[in-house]
T-cell receptor
Framework: DAKTTQPPSMDCAEGRAANLPCNHS???????VYWYRQIHSQGPQYIIH???NNETNEMASLIITEDRKSSTLILPHATLRDTAVYYC????????????FGAGTRLFVKA | DTGVSQDPRHKITKRGQNVTFRCDPI?????LYWYRQTLGQGPEFLTY????????KSRLLSDRFSAERPKGSFSTLEIQRTEQGDSAMYLC??????????????FGPGTRLTVL
């Protein structure tokens, strides 16, 4: 499984966009990029995933570079409730792969 | 509430005792996963089941750990002869696997184990 690299922490002002980067330079052609987040004292929660194209859902947008070696998760209007650890993961295209979490990025959204 | 429940939520035990945790996944989900998470780290994969079959076990899962999913529904994780290093949050997740679309994992709230 490809490895990911994320900054350990980031700050964001409430109401502003939060842009969380992830490097995955060893990603293989059939591996997807997934993002989960974990709010304190809860289990991780799925956010979004993508293969090549940019993706958007009600929670976030995912921008994947053309060479697929990095991606950015965008929370367009961060709220205090978005304070969490965000995990970038790469893996196969089904729900069955063992999810390899790194240490993630701890996002602090400040009022 | 994701629909995945775990019991107990907290467990304090003495070193050397056996403990068992239970996970009830979302009813129609055929995959069930166990993870362990220590403070400041992301969850570490332990094992997963496809229905009642245990398909993969991590090297982290020593001989003292055993997991079952006897009827393809709920699952138990047992730790025998607990050690202080077993203190962690144990997370369960479930997903519905089929076809070619991605089905995200839904996580339970976890069981926090403290070994004294």
């Amino acid at each position: 499984d490809a490895k990911t690299t994320q900054p350990p922490s980031m700050d964001c002002a409430e109401g502003r966009a939060a842009n969380l980067p992830c490097n995955h330079s060893t990603i293989s052609g059939n591996e997807y990029v997934y993002w989960y987040r974990q709010i304190h004292s809860q289990g991780p929660q799925y956010i979004i995933h993508g293969l090549k194209n940019n993706e958007t859902n009600e929670m976030a947008s995912l921008i994947i570079t053309e060479d697929r070696k990095s991606s950015t998760l965008i929370l367009p209007h961060a709220t205090l409730r978005d304070t969490a650890v965000y995990y970038c993961i790469v893996g196969g295209n089904t729900g069955g792969f063992k999810t390899i979490f790194g240490a993630g990025t701890r996002l602090f959204v400040k009022a | 509430d994701t629909g995945v429940s775990q019991d107990p939520r907290h467990k304090i035990t003495k070193r050397g005792q056996n403990v068992t945790f239970r996970c009830d996944p979302i009813s129609e989900h055929n995959r069930l996963y166990w993870y362990r998470q220590t403070l400041g780290q992301g969850p570490e994969f332990l094992t997963y089941f496809q229905n009642e079959a245990q398909l993969e076990k991590s090297r982290l899962l020593s001989d003292r750990f055993s997991a079952e999913r006897p009827k393809g529904s709920f699952s138990t994780l047992e730790i025998q002869r607990t050690e202080q290093g077993d203190s962690a949050m144990y997370l369960c997740a479930s997903s519905l696997v089929g076809g070619f679309s991605y089905n995200e994992q839904f996580f339970g709230p976890g069981t926090r184990l403290t070994v004294l």
